[in-house]
């Protein structure tokens, strides 16, 4: 089970003015942003395809602010001892090609904001292969959520 830590902010956003109405659309902009810890279990799967599990990030962008994987058995069997981190149906877009070959923290994540949606909010993972044997681990990853109320 995923376990993570939440702060919430109920008057900052991450874009425009929390409760402000803009004149255009005259529509009040309702943002519930947070500040939030994943631990995200990653499981051996005999397959180097895309993984998505069942953990959620918020609905409407997420900027990552601090990411890596905590190897606690390294993988020794694998032709290639990488995998990437990713969330919203792409591989790599929070850590890229990461070696899990050592125990330890690992990991230089990207931080790009990326925008998400209701449907489409789960964070993912991709083995380099379908022969990892040993590799066991959890991806820690720390971003400001913004959920559309």
């Known amino acids: 089970m995923a376990r993570y830590r939440q702060t919430r902010f109920n008057n900052i956003c991450l874009e425009g ?11 009040t902009n309702t943002r519930d942003t947070f500040i939030k810890t994943f631990e995200i279990p990653l499981t051996r799967v005999a397959s180097g395809a ?13 900027q990552v602010i601090s990411a890596y994987i905590d190897v606690t058995t390294a993988e020794v069997a694998a ?9 919203g149906g792409s591989p790599a877009n929070i850590l890229g090609a990461t070696s899990v070959a050592a125990v330890g923290a690992v990991g230089t994540p990207l931080f790009p904001a990326i925008t998400l949606n209701r449907t489409n909010n789960k964070f ?14 959890t991806a820690i ?9």
Do not use: M, R
Request: aromatic fraction near 8%.
């Open 17 to 27: 003015s929390f409760g402000q109405k803009d004149a255009a659309t005259n529509s």
């Open 50 to 62: 895309l993984q998505t599990t069942a953990i959620e990030a918020g609905t409407k962008s997420i």
């Open 79 to 87: 032709a290639t001892k990488t995998l990437t981190v990713g969330i």
């Open 124 to 137: 993912t993972y991709t083995l380099a292969g379908a022969d990892f044997a040993q590799f066991v681990g």
């Open 141 to 149: 990853v720390t971003a400001i959520c913004s959920n559309t109320l």
